[in-house]
Structures are given as structure tokens and as C-alpha cells.
């Protein structure tokens, strides 16, 4: 950064990961989008998702600022350690910063559904990721912890045709027990045992 430009969030954040805080990373659809898997047209900023390990937080001097967009942390042991947080560089202007690569990012976004990310907008993204690498796919799958995001990354992987669905083995992934309701007053998908838009499944039973 050169004296005098305006700092924005992706400088703040270098700082951040540049200092003792190398931790936090761009993660979920912030992530897909800066890599180029997400596609918007808004007059407003979208939300910036930032993921941290558990009990972390960003300093006062970082949530304070108005970064003119709403800044989303999420302290969270959404993968096991051995994933050693194989992270991505990406460049802005002059400097770099570290985001999940798109395997990791796509189950980072499923994790706010519907809470913070739409189901729809999610099966638009994820309908855009041909190219996710079954090999990372299969080791995330296995280490993420939480059952939601992983029964929707398969279920959307099967809904929008992605074709690296077959390379996975979905037998080596805990899928949990029991129905998940992600959308209310939606339908259960018999497969993956998720409510989803009646709209979105024709083989469905009212849930």
C-alpha cells in the first residue's frame, strides 16, 4: 500500500494476517466470489466473511471501523487441526491476502444457510463449481464437523449435475443420523435427509 491510499478492509485484513493474527482467513461466499465462482450486481457492498479457530475475535480497531460493508466473523472449529489450513494467496493491488480455497469456502458458505447465505443463491453458486478438486473435496468432507454443510454440499453437487460427484466417496463421510431442517415448511429430500424448497425436488415428502 502506497502512503495515502484508503485502506479497506482487504488492507486491514493483511495487516492482520501479516501480524500475530495470521489466523483469520476470507472464507465462505466473500471467498468464492474473489476467486471469481460468484457473480454479483449489487448498489451496496456485500457482507465480508472472515473464519477464525474457536474463541478468537478481531481487535477493537478492526470491528470499530467502517469498512463500508458488514464485516461477518465466524470463530468456529468447522475443520479438524491435521487440516492445517491449506489457505490460498490472493492478490489486491500491491499486497496479498490468505482466503479458503473454493472446496473449503463452498462448505463455509453452507454452514450460514439459511441464516445468513439464501439456499437459492447457495445452489447458484455451488451449480458454478465444475472445476472443485475431488481429491481436497473428499479430505474436507471427512474433517468438516458439521453435518448441515456437508449434506447440503452433496446434495447440491447432485441437484445442479456437477460431475466430480462421482469421483467421491460419500461412504468415508459422517453424515450424522436424522433429519436436518434447513428449510422451514420445505420438503425432505429422502437422500440426504434435508428440507429444501418444494420447488427444488420433485421426490419429496412434506416435512
Not at 17 to 43: C, I, K, N, P, S
Not at 63 to 86: G, K
Not at 190 to 197: G, H
Request: net charge positive; charged share 20%; hydrophobic share 45%.
Amino acid at each position: 500500500m502506497r502512503t495515502g491510499d484508503r485502506v479497506d478492509w482487504t488492507g486491514a485484513l493483511y495487516a492482520l494476517q501479516e501480524g500475530q493474527d495470521e489466523w483469520v482467513h476470507v472464507g465462505g461466499r466473500t471467498a468464492l466470489e474473489m476467486q471469481g465462482f460468484a457473480h454479483y450486481a449489487a448498489a451496496e457492498a456485500r457482507d465480508v466473511f472472515l473464519f477464525g479457530p474457536p474463541k478468537s475475535s478481531l481487535p477493537p480497531w478492526f470491528t470499530r471501523r467502517d469498512w463500508r460493508a458488514r464485516i461477518v466473523f465466524t470463530a468456529t472449529s468447522l475443520f479438524s487441526s491435521s487440516q492445517a489450513q491449506e489457505l490460498v494467496s490472493l492478490a489486491v493491488r500491491d499486497y496479498t491476502i490468505r482466503a479458503a480455497p473454493p472446496e473449503q469456502a463452498a462448505l463455509e458458505m453452507l454452514f450460514h444457510v439459511p441464516q445468513l447465505i439464501g439456499f437459492d443463491e447457495a445452489s447458484q453458486i455451488m451449480a458454478g463449481l465444475g472445476t472443485v478438486r475431488p481429491s481436497v473435496a473428499q479430505k474436507l468432507l471427512e474433517q468438516c464437523g458439521s453435518i448441515k454443510a456437508k449434506r447440503l454440499f452433496l446434495y447440491f453437487a447432485k441437484l445442479t449435475g456437477l460431475a466430480w460427484l462421482s469421483s467421491l466417496d460419500v461412504s468415508r463421510v459422517n453424515l450424522g443420523s436424522g433429519n436436518r431442517q434447513i428449510i422451514k415448511g420445505g420438503t425432505l429430500d429422502k437422500e440426504y435427509r434435508i428440507t429444501v424448497p418444494r420447488s427444488t425436488q420433485s421426490e419429496a415428502v412434506l416435512f
